[in-house]
Each structure stands twice: as C-alpha cells, then as structure tokens.
C-alpha cells in the first residue's frame, strides 16, 4: 500500500527493478506509487489466476479426496473476526444455507483461526488444494475476506460477498472492483450487509467478458515483454545475473 521504508532499501529495490526489462503491478495505485519512488513505467494486468478457466478449475476440483456436497455457503476467511462472524450468520439466514468455512491455507496457521473463528461445528479442518477447489466449485453461495478468494468466486461465477481485508491490502480490491464493476459486492464491515446486497444479481455475462478481456490483455503484455528486440536482455547478462545475483536465485517458479 506505500513504500514508507528505510531509504537504503529503496535504493536497493531500485537498482534491481532497473535491471528488469519490464514491470507489471496488480493494483492500479502500485503503477503511481513506482513511478514516484522509482520512476519506473509499470502497467497493470491481472493477476495470473485468471489465466485458467472455470472449466480447467472444476476439473481440477474432481481430483479432490472427499465430495464437498450442495446447498452451502462457502466462508473462505483468512482473518477470523468476530465482524465477519456476523456476515456469515447473517447471509446464512438470508439464503438459508449451512455454513462452511475454510481458513487460511498457509501452515502452522489452522489452529490459531480455528479458535478465533468462533464457530467450531461449521469450520472445515485443513484442506489440501482439491479439496479446497472442489468446496468452491460446488458452494452455493461465497463469503470472503480473501482476494484470491474474491477472484475465484467471479471466476466460477458465484453469488458473493466480499468483505475488504486491510490488512491484506486494501488496494488490490479496490483494483478488483474498478476492473470489474463488482462495487456492490464489497464490504468493510457488517453493519453495510443487507438483504438487498445479499439478493443482489450479478450480471456475469459482463463479468465473463471483462475476465476474457483481461486476460487476452496480461498475456499479450507478457508476451510483448519477453520478446521484444530492444529489451530482451543478452544471453550473458541473463547468464551473469542468475549466477551472481542471489534475489534472482531465489525465485521459485510456480
């Protein structure tokens, strides 16, 4: 959200992100904030889990070791609330569906959400990833203060609600409702849920279009970057910078 670092680092990050022959951001506050701090031209594009389809997904979620079953709403929380507690409540009441929840899926982190969430008969334990897809692929109805989490909803085109996570990063949703005109699904705290919001229709035709666009959008631009003569870095200059420089050695690839 800002860049309120020691200078030394900034110089630091700097330096490295020069030697890039092109940066994308995910936020559309993120393309200011690096031309201010490193006069560096970035471009927004989205984020690359957009890149596989809802069809691609619900196959993947087949591969799942147990069957999430119908008629629930999905809460995927990664910051358990007692706020957040009530949207669950509330909603559920609303659509008159069983609760699920799913935490965050990082390690060492499920028993510590678990207690804080409060609701221990409708909180699932640990799920591996298929499993995790395969409870979204089949939910009724999506909770969520996860941006991922959001992303997925409107890619598998579900009901939602999207409760803004701050301490995540309020920027990225606000990114994610400008890019698809989800405003109305976007809340900050329960006190903003009502019936209608809850009811509200999405019009996903719209939303499928814009995911397309989109898309067709990040890859050309990756495209673009990773071919183009003039910033195409030489074989030697790649070969010195994988070998010496220890930020591009821990780069995982995923």
Request: glycine letters at 2%; aromatic letters at 10%; proline letters at 3%.
């Amino acid at each position: 959200d800002n860049l309120n670092v020691d200078i030394s680092l900034l110089n630091y990050a700097a330096t490295r992100l020069k030697e890039c022959f092109a940066i994308s951001v995910r936020e559309y506050s993120a393309v200011n904030l690096v031309k201010e701090k490193f006069n560096i031209d970035a471009e927004v594009v989205a984020d690359p889990i957009f890149f596989t389809s809802a069809d691609e997904y619900i196959q993947l979620s087949k591969k799942s070791s147990i069957s999430a079953g119908k008629n629930y709403l999905l809460s995927y929380i990664l910051d358990p609330t007692y706020d957040k507690k009530i949207c669950v409540e509330k909603i559920s009441r609303h659509t008159n569906l069983d609760i699920k929840i799913a935490l965050d899926g990082r390690k060492f982190t499920h028993e510590k959400n678990f207690i804080k969430m409060e609701m221990p008969n409708n909180t699932l334990p640990e799920l591996d990833f298929y499993q995790w897809l395969n409870y979204y692929a089949n939910a009724s109805y999506i909770f969520t203060d996860s941006f991922h989490g959001a992303i997925m909803a409107l890619i598998l085109n579900k009901p939602c609600i999207i409760y803004i996570n701050k301490a995540r990063g309020y920027p990225r949703f606000a990114t994610l409702s400008k890019m698809f005109g989800i405003e109305s699904l976007l809340i900050e705290k329960s006190d903003e849920l009502n019936s209608d919001k809850i009811a509200a229709k999405l019009n996903y035709n719209e939303i499928n279009m814009k995911i397309k666009e989109q898309v067709k959008k990040a890859k050309d631009w990756l495209v673009k970057s990773l071919t183009s003569p003039e910033k195409k870095p030489t074989s030697n200059n790649e070969q010195t910078l994988l070998n010496n420089n220890r930020d591009f050695k821990n780069i995982r690839l995923l």
